[in-house]
């Protein structure tokens, strides 16, 4: 069982940033690919970027390529999210995630077995 633990969140004009952080409980955090959705009230949870295992491949939603970066520590079982340039519709609660596949566009919901509780992103205008 994977335990996963994000914070970051808050409250930032549009055009500012912010770093999300996601922490693991299970040593091999390695193993696992690693994803961020969002999701706000009435809609479905949409996938934001993905980082596989070995670090070496990313994925990104088209809504905010060139604006946020993934990143992982595996030495300290964490995935990052910064997010630059933000705007209002940005707004929501973002969710991190593990995939047990490890590799691949991991964009989709159900390749992740587990799930942290999510940390809220207000964006004003």
């Known amino acids: 069982q994977v335990q996963l633990v994000e914070s970051g969140g808050g409250l930032v004009q549009a055009g500012g940033s912010l770093r999300l952080s996601c922490a693991a409980s299970?040593?091999?955090?390695?193993?696992?690919?690693m994803g961020w959705f969002r999701q706000v009230p009435g809609k479905e949870r949409e996938f934001v970027a993905a980082?596989?295992?070995?670090?070496?491949?990313?994925y990104y939603a088209d809504s905010v390529k060139g604006r946020f970066t993934i990143s992982r520590d595996n030495t300290k079982n964490t995935v990052y999210l910064r997010m630059n340039s933000l705007k209002p519709e940005d707004t929501a609660v973002y969710y991190c995630?593990?995939?047990?596949?490890?590799?691949?566009?991991?964009?989709?919901?159900?390749?992740?077995?587990?799930w942290g509780q999510g940390t809220q992103v207000t964006v004003s205008s």
């Open positions: 995630a593990a995939a047990p596949l490890g590799v691949g566009p991991l964009a989709t919901i159900s390749e992740y077995d587990y």
């Open positions: 299970e040593r091999t955090f390695s193993r696992y690919g």
């Open positions: 980082i596989s295992r070995s670090i070496v491949s990313t």
